[in-house]
T-cell receptor
Framework: GQQLNQSPQSMFIQEGEDVSMNCTSSSIFNTWLWYKQDPGEGPVLLIALYKAGELTSNGRLTAQFGITRKDSFLNISASIPSDVGIYFCAGLNYGGSQGNLIFGKGTKLSVKP | SAVISQKPSRDICQRGTSLTIQCQVD?????MFWYRQQPGQSLTLIAT?????????ESGFVIDKFPISRPNLTFSTLTVSNMSPEDSSIYLCSVGRDGNSGNTIYFGEGSWLTVV
């Protein structure tokens, strides 16, 4: 079945640093979604991407839908402490089970000690 | 977006018992789903909750273990039956919305079950 490779698995951030993470897939998706999850809570949608090549921003967050439709990246600029959490990419195809998001394994952001 | 309320938010359950999780959405939605997130893992789709008919289960999930109801377009329940410690997970209700550009999936806050 479809799988997503998300990297890095974890990273430490220092306030003010820019952060980048990405996902690649063995097959194409029609939609890429990026979520953030805080401990004990459900994933919160950050950015949705619907077209190959699309570049979308949401405040300090920027994400792009790769031209091949097999990859996406998320950048966070000027990180702040509340950015810590787990970020998930997810790919979605229409038809069939339309809610079957394929999730990456997550990128855990922690504050640099 | 969508406001998705789940109950209970957390529970500690005894082995062998069953628990029903409720999901209420603030407006009618066509697509409604149940996901599971095991500790430290990513999310996995359990089933699509179909209004007025039996749910559609993903591979590895069966109706006897995870019966689902969806009596209308704003409400669904998931029951975790005959629980064992391996069922300790966050169970998440989600809904699909059609936007101008495409479909988007939103999640509730989850129901964190611990089986002892």
């Amino acid at each position: 079945g479809q799988q997503l490779n998300q990297s890095p698995q974890s990273m430490f951030i220092q306030e003010g640093e820019d952060v980048s993470m990405n996902c690649t897939s063995s097959s194409i998706f029609n939609t890429w979604l990026w979520y953030k999850q805080d401990p004990g809570e459900g994933p919160v949608l950050l950015i949705a991407l619907y077209k190959a090549g699309e570049l979308t921003s949401n405040g300090r967050l920027t994400a792009q839908f790769g031209i091949t439709r097999k990859d996406s990246f998320l950048n966070i600029s000027a990180s702040i402490p509340s950015d810590v959490g787990i970020y998930f990419c997810a790919g979605l195809n229409y038809g069939g089970s339309q809610g079957n998001l394929i999730f990456g394994k997550g990128t855990k952001l922690s504050v640099k000690p | 977006s969508a406001v998705i309320s789940q109950k209970p938010s957390r529970d500690i359950c005894q082995r062998g018992t069953s628990l029903t999780i409720q999901c209420q959405v603030d407006s009618q939605v066509t697509m409604m789903f149940w996901y599971r997130q095991q500790p430290g893992q990513s999310l996995t789709l359990i089933a699509t909750a179909n209004q007025g008919s039996e749910a559609t289960y993903e591979s590895g999930f069966v109706i006897d273990k995870f019966p689902i109801s969806r009596p209308n377009l704003t409400f669904s329940t998931l029951t975790v039956s005959n629980m064992s410690p391996e069922d300790s997970s966050i169970y998440l209700c989600s809904v699909g919305r059609d936007g101008n550009s495409g479909n988007t999936i939103y999640f509730g806050e989850g129901s964190w079950l611990t089986v002892v």
